[in-house]
């Protein structure tokens, strides 16, 4: 089955500290893998995908085929980093067509002063 | 552009009533997906709409019921509501239906169910 697995429901960390937020997948085939965030009052937003290999808001993540592993990293945690993340898979159906998103439960990040 | 918009923002209903929630996607996108995220809990697909039909479904109960209109817009329907059907309701358009396609999404309608 597929599925997506956040260990953890919250993160706390200080300003400066690295922060990684763990994701660990089941998918039989080649994943789409996602990071979305949800900052307090907003919106569900993307905040980046394993295919584009960006960097975005200083955080990056690396797709492990091995471990089944999209850990999201960040060398030095903001302030206005606090927010609740969402890993996500692109799932399959029949036609081979991937449209919907299997989300984790998610991780709050907390970054205090 | 507004992005995705949802009507309403909250709704309040009983066990066995039926409720109609409604999406208006982005600007230029011709896909809509709903999303079902209980209390604590991450995004569960529905299903998602293209070129008016429905195209692919979650494990959701045919109590959930959609369509989509031709201007892409596209309305959620659950019919015989239950105490467990309250959640936070999440359209998300894209540009096309296939998973490279980012997915907005819209503020969401909280459903309580009474």
């Known amino acids: 089955a597929q599925r997506v697995t956040q260990p953890e429901k919250l993160l706390s960390v200080f300003k400066g500290a690295p922060v990684e937020l763990k994701c660990n997948y089941s998918y039989s085939g080649s994943p789409e893998l996602f990071w979305y965030v949800q900052y307090s009052r907003q919106r569900l937003q993307l905040l980046l995908r394993h295919i584009s290999r960006e960097s975005i808001k200083g955080f990056t993540a690396d797709l492990n085929k091995g471990e089944t592993s999209f850990h999201l990293k960040k060398p030095f945690a903001q302030e206005e980093d606090s927010a609740m993340y969402y890993c996500?898979?692109?799932?399959?159906?029949?036609?081979?067509?991937?449209?919907?998103?299997?989300f984790g439960k998610g991780t709050k990040l907390s970054v205090k002063p | 552009d507004a992005g995705v918009t949802q009507s309403p923002t909250h709704l309040i209903k009983t066990r066995g009533q039926q409720v109609t929630l409604r999406c208006s996607p982005k600007s230029g996108h011709d896909t809509v997906s709903w999303y079902q995220q209980a209390l604590g809990q991450g995004p569960q697909f529905i299903f998602q709409y293209y070129e008016e039909e429905e195209r692919q479904r979650g494990n959701f109960p045919d109590r959930f019921s959609g369509h989509q209109f031709p201007n892409y817009s596209s309305e959620l329907n659950v019919n015989a509501l239950l105490l467990g059907d309250s959640a936070l309701y999440l359209c998300?358009?894209?540009?096309?239906?296939?998973?490279?396609?980012?997915?907005?999404f819209g503020p969401g309608t909280r459903l309580t169910v009474l």
């Open positions: 996500a898979l692109s799932g399959e159906n029949y036609g081979g067509s991937q449209g919907n998103l299997i």
């Open positions: 998300a358009s894209s540009p096309g239906q296939g998973g490279r396609y980012e997915q907005f």
